[in-house]
Every structure is written in structure tokens, then in C-alpha cells.
């Protein structure tokens, strides 16, 4: 997974169904490629879906420290159709494990909000306009429920979480990382840098990552 899709565009036009937005731009539907077929499956009314884990990814900044957490999905079902969502959450996750988001269209993430968009095989994209998601982490195992308005259960999911934790270079530095990968383009105005903690080298991300264990 790439950091620049955390950042990624979502752009809707109105639809008749209720509760639900057509997704019209190229950038919505590409920002987040769905997964190889895995471990996390996803249940829904309409089929199920796979990939190989639920994401975690941290993004560190000098000022302020940190900029973005997100849980993330991005599932396919053997006929190409996809489900995904994002999850932005607060400090609180890393040591509750719980965390509850109202979703939202259109609207830039921040902690408590979620989006969630799905493509049927042959159909338009879609994306929730109204619901909740919950997720709950027990160990290495994230799993939880996306709920309509009426608080039916619209899907399941359940799978391994994952974690990538992104950092200012001068912080790989300071840790003496060995191989650190090459910085990657931040997508913010600012032009600022940041680079995988692969090995976890750096004391906010593996402390982190040993919450998770």
C-alpha cells in the first residue's frame, strides 16, 4: 500500500438509491487498488470478499507528531466486485482497540469518520452516504460490522491486521535504521517527506506495533 492514497480524492454525484452516492471520479475508484484474495473476508447481502489483511497505517510528522491514523479494507470477490473503507481514528485506539466512526460521503477525514464504497461486477461504484462502522481488534485479529442508519447490519468483517508506520527521515536517522527505503513524496502542498519504518526501528512506531502483538 501507498501513502498517497491515504490522501486520495473522494468525489460523488447525487443517486436515486437512498443512503448510497454513484462515485464518479476516476481518482475515488483507483485510490485504493483492492487486494490479492486472503485472509480477511468480507460478508455482505450481496456476495463476499477477500484480501490479505486489515491495514494500519500511522503517518508521523516533526510538527505536529502525528498527522493521520487509518484503519483500512480494500476486499475483491472472485468476480472482480470490490468493498472497501477507511477509518480514521484517535489515540485512544492503540490502547482501547475499539474504535466506532459515523460514516460520511465526500467530507476529508478526521477521527470518528469513516468511508465505506463498494462496485458490484458490471455496475457503477457506489459509496454510503449514512451508517456507522465498528471495529474491534483482539491481538492480531481485527474484526467488525458496518451499520446502516436504522442500525441494520449492512456488512461483516474479520481479519489479521497489519501495520505500516510512516516517519520523518531524520527520525530513521537518529535510530540508526539499517537499509532504510528511499524518503517517498508526501502528497500534502508542504512537500514534506516521510519514509517506511519498515523494521520498526523508530520508538513511536514499535511501540505502537507492540501494542498489537
Known amino acids: 500500500m501507498r501513502h498517497g492514497a491515504l490522501m486520495a480524492a473522494l468525489l460523488l454525484s447525487a443517486c ?12 475515488a475508484l483507483t485510490a485504493e487498488r483492492p487486494q490479492p484474495r486472503g485472509a480477511a473476508t468480507v460478508r455482505t447481502d450481496e456476495g463476499t470478499y477477500s484480501a490479505p489483511s486489515v491495514q494500519f497505517s500511522v ?27 477507511r477509518m480514521s481514528v484517535g489515540d485512544g485506539f492503540v490502547t482501547s482497540k475499539h474504535a ?17 464504497d463498494y462496485q458490484l461486477a458490471g455496475e457503477p461504484a457506489m459509496m454510503m ?11 492480531k485479529l481485527a474484526k467488525g460490522a458496518v451499520r446502516m442508519k436504522d442500525g441494520r447490519v449492512r456488512a461483516t468483517f474479520e481479519g489479521p491486521l497489519t501495520f505500516e508506520c510512516m516517519v520523518p527521515p531524520t527520525w530513521l536517522s537518529k535510530a540508526d535504521a539499517q537499509a532504510a527505503p528511499a524518503p517517498v513524496p508526501a502528497s500534502d502542498e508542504a512537500g514534506v517527506v516521510r519514509v517506511l519504518d519498515e523494521a520498526l526501528a523508530t520508538p513511536q512506531c514499535r511501540s505502537i506495533a507492540d501494542a498489537f502483538r
Open 100 to 116: 466506532t466512526a459515523r460514516i460520511i460521503p465526500l467530507t476529508a477525514l478526521g477521527p470518528g469518520l469513516a468511508v465505506v
Open 129 to 139: 452516504d449514512e451508517g456507522t462502522l465498528e471495529l474491534t481488534v483482539t491481538g
Open 16 to 27: 436515486s438509491k437512498p443512503m448510497e452516492g454513484r462515485v464518479t471520479s476516476r481518482d
Open 59 to 85: 503517518d508521523f510528522l516533526e510538527d505536529p507528531p502525528v498527522k493521520m491514523r487509518l484503519v483500512m479494507l480494500s476486499a475483491q470477490a472472485e468476480d472482480g466486485s470490490t468493498w472497501r473503507f
